[in-house]
């Protein structure tokens, strides 16, 4: 047994993971190390993890969903404020440690599960929760998409992604990107603060962001509708850089003539590109399509 392992849970709460010394000691005391394969960057930034919990506006009864929890670095902190905070890790060695340094925290839930393939009702049925996470930078959209798609919507999300991708959600049109739309559909993104590649063990190769989105109660479409949405989003990015006529045209296999009718009933110029679309512009065109067929 290591010292770290000998410690009651008191001394092992006491443990601060972001100073990296010590973090590396307890990953060595349980014969780990970073795995790169499953994103594991863990931030070693007490200020900046301070400024992503107080992002999540926690409060005394709130239920929070963490995904990615690591070695319980911003799970701990989600604790003292929360109600309960269900803390979800795929890697087992990763959610053995973190037993151990959340173990003493009743209000602790860990979830053995792969992110995407958990249903929010299945944890919190239709109660309301914060998703609160760092996420591996490689499953980022797809786990926007997943949640926000879901019965059961967080009401808040915060995440640590990359900052590129953080920029390109919060883009408004003129850079707008299919990820913009498809988180500004959902709800209204910010950022935060940007984040240093040093202000992680080990370091990434790029900068991340702390990004905010405050979810819409409601959203303007049935979830058939919203297929069909975007659907066409998607075939207006398809046609990287054509006018949007060309790319509907080619991508919704319909004809030129009826694609422009559509975009002049939606009142949107057929020589427009994607990327300067806002969200209502792609609502109106979804309809015009929509009554045309």
């Known amino acids: ?127 309301p929760y914060k998703l609160v996470a760092n996420l591996p930078y490689y499953i980022t959209a797809p786990t926007f998409r997943h949640f926000l798609e879901s019965a059961n919507k967080p009401r808040l999300l915060v995440v640590m992604v990359q900052y590129e991708v953080a920029q390109r959600m919060v883009a408004g049109p003129g850079d707008m990107s299919l990820l913009g739309v498809s988180v500004q559909f959902y709800g209204q993104p910010s950022i935060v603060a940007r984040v240093p590649a040093r202000s992680f063990y080990p370091a990434p190769k790029v900068d991340s962001a702390i990004l905010r989105v405050d979810v819409l109660d409601r959203v303007p479409l ?9 659907h066409i989003v998607q075939a207006g990015f398809a046609g990287r850089r054509k006018q949007l006529h060309n790319s509907l045209t080619h991508h919704l296999h319909r004809k030129n003539e009826e694609i422009r009718a559509c975009l002049s009933v939606a009142n949107i110029d057929p020589s427009r590109r994607a990327e300067t679309l806002t969200i209502d512009d792609w609502l109106a065109l979804r309809a015009a399509l929509s009554n045309n067929q």
């Open 1 to 127: 047994m290591t010292d770290i392992e000998a410690q009651p849970a008191e001394a092992r709460d006491a443990i601060d993971l972001t100073d990296i010394y010590e973090l590396r000691t307890l990953l060595y005391a349980h014969g780990m190390r970073p795995n790169k394969s499953f994103g594991q960057n863990f931030l070693i930034d007490r200020s900046l993890l301070e400024r992503m919990v107080e992002a999540a506006e926690i409060q005394l009864d709130d239920q929070v969903l963490e995904l990615g929890a690591g070695t319980g670095v911003l799970t701990r902190e989600l604790a003292r404020r929360a109600r309960r905070v269900v803390a979800v890790e795929l890697e087992r060695d990763m959610l053995t440690l973190l037993a151990k340094t959340t173990g003493s925290l009743p209000n602790v839930e860990r979830l053995a599960r792969n992110l995407l393939y958990l249903d929010p009702q299945d944890v919190f049925a239709q109660e």
């Open 222 to 230: 049935s979830l058939v509708e919203r297929d069909d949405f975007f």
